[in-house]
């Protein structure tokens, strides 16, 4: 159990100082993030009643896709120098790894939502009418459903050819039931129409059952070379 | 395989028109659909089919990543059998009793919880550690044509009964769209994927997938649902010669889907033999008869000059 947390925080600073240093998924998911929004934007030109119904969906369709392009990087900076090998070869548990990717992804992906919800805020003109505090557990437990998915996703698509186009055709079909849950409860708190509890509930279930599959299976994914 | 197949087919072949003559002329016309209920006899078997199919797949995923060690093969096998005598005694409990639809009896469930066990132990008996993995691309390539299917005769009947093509928020339409997606992207994960372990990754997929499926399912369940509710089992307002039609017919299909799966099982069969063959046969070469070839070979990739 030692080895496990020495080896995960050993990975997650690591990764964690890269990232402070290079910036390179942060910079890259929140221009990405931003050209969303504005695409959106124009796109749609909603009174802020109707907003509060969509903004939910755009909110989370934004971060789906801003979190592909950090989840991409994740595992493709292992891969220069071997580093994937010389893992697969110590006898360091896989899981550790595992945590620790994930934690550094839900990291950037919140530091980004954290950014670009005043951004939603502004160009909405949002005005929560349910209880704002739900909010957080949403954001929470919806960006663990992403990252942790994604996170596994993206190990197994670094087997695939072409695989920063291999991660959204493996992940999205799966995320379906929690992107459902994260709209739902967005639009259900904005809008202050109908209690969230069911699908603050939901999105608990998936991250249970799903943490619980990938912490399982990655031993399988990390050795199938 | 060559002599059995003709007969195989052609004993299909008959069945599907009998069951064509069933469902078009035989089975009396619905009092308020008319005659547009008709596709029920393909709608309705071709999704069982497929479900069916994708039960089987996920099945034999299952049984491939328990192969990877004889312990987890043990311990897999005690879960499966834990669960059928869960699903086997689980339904005559009087408050599980209580939430199960009307018309569905407790002795029906717990029958088809055996029958899913013991697919499961037939599976393992029946396809050695190296099959399992062809059983799985089999099942699940023809699990996609089925829903295809489903999903294309389903708004074909949706349109004219209820008067639009699809209803978004339904339990079992996205249940099953979601279903079709997964498998898809399990097809493009072996299509993409060039290692040798590609049958590995494949096999976490679908379970990835059969974890998703009953999220998706609960995750409607709070919406109001436009489906009607399962005919078999759930209410019993269909006609007995209609119902007479139905399983004729999901027989026929179930007769098709098989054929084809077992061609297709053969046919990638041979294929990695053929590859394995290929892949022994450039070990084997000698140093001289390379060098020779190599040697034939040089004016060829000059080109001409």
Request: charged content about 10%.
């Amino acid at each position: 159990m030692n080895l496990f947390w020495s080896i995960m925080l050993a990975t997650l600073a690591k990764d964690i100082r890269l990232e402070w240093r290079s910036k390179d998924a942060l910079n890259a998911m929140l221009f990405f993030s931003l050209l969303v929004v504005v695409i959106f934007v124009f796109s749609f030109d909603p009174l802020a009643e109707e907003s509060r119904h969509i903004v939910g969906g755009l909110v989370w369709v934004a971060f789906l896709f801003a979190a592909v392009v950090a989840l991409n990087q994740t595992w493709a900076r292992e891969l220069r120098n071997q580093v994937l090998d010389a893992y697969r070869v110590s006898p360091a548990p896989a899981t550790a790894l595992f945590v620790a990717k994930v934690l550094g992804n839900f990291l950037f992906v919140s530091v980004l939502e954290a950014l670009m919800t005043p951004l939603f805020v502004i160009f909405y003109n949002l005005h929560v009418l349910g209880p704002a505090w739900q909010l957080i557990p949403v954001a929470l437990l919806g960006t663990w459903a992403l990252v942790v998915n994604g996170t596994f996703f993206a190990a197994m698509s670094l087997r695939t050819r072409s695989r920063e186009l291999m991660l959204p055709l493996l992940l999205f079909p799966v995320s379906i039931p929690a992107v459902l849950g994260m709209v739902a409860a967005t639009t259900s708190i904005l809008t202050g129409e109908n209690p969230a509890h069911f699908y603050i509930v939901l999105l608990l279930t998936y991250d249970v059952v799903f943490t619980t599959a990938c912490i399982g299976l990655f031993d399988t994914v990390l050795q199938a070379e | 395989m060559k002599k059995a197949f003709p007969i195989l087919a052609g004993l299909t072949a008959i069945f599907l028109a009998y069951a064509f003559y069933q469902a078009m002329f035989v089975a009396p016309t619905d009092f308020a659909q008319g005659d547009v209920y008709r596709i029920i006899y393909y709608h309705v078997p071709s999704a069982w089919t497929a479900f069916l199919l994708f039960f089987i797949n996920f099945l034999a995923s299952v049984q491939y990543l328990a192969n990877a060690k004889p312990s987890w093969r043990r311990a897999v096998n005690w879960v499966v059998v834990l669960l059928g005598i869960v699903g086997f005694i689980a339904p005559f409990v009087p408050q599980v009793r209580a939430q199960l639809p009307t018309g569905m009896y407790p002795s029906s469930v717990a029958t088809t919880a055996l029958i899913l066990v013991g697919l499961y132990f037939l599976i393992a008996r029946f396809f050695p550690e190296q099959n399992v993995d062809l059983l799985a691309v089999t099942t699940a390539e023809v699990g996609v044509v089925f829903c295809t299917i489903v999903l294309i005769t389903g708004p074909i009947w949706a349109r004219p009964v209820w008067g639009i093509w699809w209803a978004p928020g339904d339990i079992r339409l996205t249940s099953t769209l979601v279903l079709w997606l997964i498998y898809v992207s399990y097809l493009v994960l072996r299509r993409f994927s060039d290692s040798a372990q590609t049958q590995k990754l494949a096999a976490v997929l679908a379970v990835f997938g059969a974890l998703d499926v009953p999220l998706v399912y609960f995750s409607i369940w709070f919406f109001r649902t436009q489906h009607p509710q399962p005919v078999i089992g759930g209410g019993g307002s269909m006609d007995p010669r209609m119902l007479h039609t139905l399983l004729i017919s999901w027989m026929a299909f179930l007769c098709f889907a098989y054929l084809i799966c077992w061609s297709r099982f053969q046919l990638e069969r041979l294929r990695r033999e053929v590859e394995e063959a290929e892949a022994l046969e450039s070990l084997l070469e000698t140093p001289s008869s390379s060098a020779q070839i190599s040697k034939a070979r040089v004016p060829l990739s000059r080109g001409p000059q």
